[in-house]
């Protein structure tokens, strides 16, 4: 386990102690909408699902962000970051639009 999993990890078992983020919480929740409470139980504990996580936080990590949520548009292999406007949506669109 590299040094990022584990800061990552200890992360998660702290934020595991909100209510919001409690596995039962998210467990409760999955059953609400349908899912296997113990196929979910499992998965969300899963190595694999841990590397998955760890591979989308390492490719937002890799981009030209500062803070979430952001709004990144690749064009032709260069990634150009969009401020957002939650006033002026207008304002993000023709920056887009000058963009592509």
Request: hydrophobic share 45%.
């Amino acid at each position: 386990m590299n040094f990022g999993q584990t800061k990552f990890n200890k992360a998660k078992k702290k934020s595991w102690g909100n209510p919001l983020f409690a596995v039962s919480t998210l467990a409760n929740l999955a059953e609400q909408i349908g899912l296997d409470k113990t196929a979910f139980i499992k998965d969300i504990q899963s190595d694999a699902i841990n590397a998955l996580l760890m591979a989308e936080i390492n490719a937002a990590r890799s981009l030209p962000i500062q803070g979430f949520p952001s709004l990144v548009l690749e064009n032709k292999g260069e990634y150009h970051v969009i401020p957002v406007n939650y006033h002026d949506w207008e304002a993000s669109y023709q920056q887009i639009l000058s963009l592509i």
